[in-house]
């Protein structure tokens, strides 16, 4: 989840010097932030807040040298504030397993691909098309006369459009992991969660066919989304009439299907 949005976005967008910037800022980053939600979930607690230090204070050159060097990421930040915001409400109020915590934080996560690939195609449109205004804007807030790398199976949907249909795919995909892990874990066995994960995959495998239908999508995807879905029925169902699976299988499953998802973006 913390890979997979992040390493897309720079593979469609085109890898920058700058990228080795944001990776830092988002894998030192994110450690920051599990030590500080440790630190308030333990009201506070003294012996928590030496980690969270330190990797606040690791985070704290790459945001600065990214916010010099790309200072037009900067207006992504208020976009990752609410879901930020959210995550450090659950951690006060010890619900850090909450459907909504998890939902943020998966959200940030599948974020970080429309802002790798801004970083990785800003010199593009800013080198080829001039600007009504003399601002640092972001990506989706430049008009632009070049075609951008990436493109649907068709060729319909270029740049920014596909990038924000490959975020909503990639962001589906992980906020389902969530109804699939707490079926087969902490919520086994409730058919309401039960029900809420087949609704939730079979949507998503719904819109997938239907993309798949039209072209933009290729019929590879919407095999790769059946047996998303699939698994999302079975393995519960498994667990529930004869073993349930363990975390450890649970998620070598998952990293097989996050490297096939990352493939079929990319093929």
Known sequence: MITVPILLGITIGGPVWQHALLLGLWWVGYFAFYATGLWLRSRRRPSYFPPVRAYVLATLPFGIALAVTSPFLLWWIPVFLPLIAITVWASIHRKDRSMLNDAATVSAASLTLPVAYDLGTHHIVTASTPQPWDLPLPGPLLHSTVTLPGASADASLTGWAWIWLVTLIVSWY???????????????????????????HGSGLVLVSALAGLGILSWWMFALWVIIATRAAA?????????????????????????????MMLA
Not at 238 to 262: C, D, K, M, Q
Request: no cysteine; net charge positive.
């Open 174 to 200: 992980f906020l389902g992991t969530i109804f699939y892990v707490k079926t087969n874990i902490r919520e086994r066995g409730k058919v309401v969660w039960y029900i809420a994960s087949l609704l939730f």
């Open 235 to 263: 393995v519960p169902a498994w667990g529930y009439h004869r073993t349930w699976l363990n975390p450890l299988a649970l998620g070598l499953g998952e990293v097989a299907l996050s490297i096939a998802l990352f493939a």
